[in-house]
C-alpha cells in the first residue's frame, strides 16, 4: 500500500494553456475523488467516481475541465484553457468503501 | 447538506489535552461526523468518525452528544506536530448515491511548546 499517488507535485503553466494531473489511488479502492482548495480554504468538491463511472460532478467543473478514470484504475484531470482562477492545490482521495478516504498529496498549480 | 461550524483558531500548550469543538445542529439521522487534519501542504488525513458512540482509536476520541447537533474532537497528549487545521465534516449522500465530503474552513489548532 504507497498510498494516494499525484503528478506532478507542482506545475507552472501559462494562461490559455492545457494542463493534465494524474491521480492513482490505493490499489482496489474503487472510489476516487478530486477536489480543489485555494490558500486558506478547505477543499472543495469537484468530481467523484466509482470503478470507471463518473457518477458525481460539482458546479465547479466547468466545461474547461474533464476528469476521466479508464479501466477504474488512475484517473486524469485535464483543465484546458487555464485562467488564473483555476490557480489552486488539486486533491485526489480514495476509498474502498464510502468513509475513511484517504488524500494524496495534491497537484499544485499555478497559472501565470 | 449538513453544516458544521468550528472556531476559526485555538491553542494547546504540548503535552495537555486538545479539545476542538464542532456545531452539526441540522445533522440527519444516518449521517456520519467525520474529522479530518491538514498539515501545510499535504492533503487531509483522515483522523476517526462516528454516527452516535463515542469513538476512540490511536490518534483521537470523538465525542458525540446525546441529541447528535455536535461534538469534540480530543487529542488526549498533544504534540508539535498536531499542529494543523482540523476538519469537522458532514458526510452528504448526493441524488445520484456517491458519497462526497463538505469540508469548511475548519480550527486551526496550533500546539505551543
Known amino acids: 500500500d504507497t498510498g494516494v499517488s499525484q503528478n506532478p507535485r507542482h506545475k507552472i503553466t501559462k494562461r490559455g494553456q492545457n494542463v493534465t494531473f494524474r491521480c492513482d489511488p490505493i490499489s482496489e479502492h474503487n472510489r476516487l475523488y478530486w477536489y480543489r482548495q485555494t490558500l486558506g480554504q478547505g477543499p472543495e468538491f469537484l468530481t467523484y467516481?466509482?470503478?470507471?463511472?463518473?457518477?458525481?460532478k460539482s458546479r465547479l467543473l466547468s466545461d474547461r475541465f474533464s476528469a476521466e478514470r479508464p479501466k477504474g484504475s488512475f484517473s486524469t484531470l485535464e483543465i484546458q484553457r487555464t485562467e488564473q482562477g483555476d490557480s489552486a492545490m488539486y486533491l485526489c482521495?480514495?476509498?474502498?468503501?464510502?468513509?475513511?478516504?484517504?488524500f494524496g498529496s495534491g497537484t499544485r498549480l499555478t497559472v501565470v | 447538506d449538513a453544516k458544521t461550524t468550528q472556531p476559526t483558531s485555538m491553542d494547546c500548550a504540548e503535552g495537555r489535552a486538545a479539545n476542538l469543538p464542532c456545531n452539526h445542529s441540522?445533522?440527519?439521522?444516518?449521517?456520519?461526523v467525520y474529522w479530518y487534519r491538514q498539515i501545510h501542504s499535504q492533503g487531509p488525513q483522515y483522523i476517526i468518525h462516528?454516527?452516535?458512540n463515542n469513538e476512540t482509536n490511536e490518534m483521537a476520541s470523538l465525542i458525540i452528544t446525546e441529541d447528535r447537533k455536535s461534538s469534540t474532537l480530543i487529542l488526549p497528549h498533544a504534540t508539535l506536530r498536531d499542529t494543523a487545521v482540523y476538519y469537522c465534516?458532514?458526510?452528504?449522500?448526493?441524488?445520484?448515491?456517491?458519497?462526497?465530503?463538505?469540508f469548511g474552513k475548519g480550527t486551526k489548532l496550533t500546539v505551543n511548546p
Open positions: 462516528g454516527l452516535k
Open positions: 441540522t445533522i440527519s439521522g444516518n449521517e456520519y
Open positions: 465534516i458532514v458526510r452528504a449522500t448526493t441524488r445520484g448515491g456517491s458519497e462526497k465530503l463538505v
Open positions: 467516481f466509482q470503478n470507471e463511472a463518473q457518477l458525481e
Open positions: 482521495a480514495s476509498s474502498p468503501l464510502p468513509r475513511s478516504y484517504t
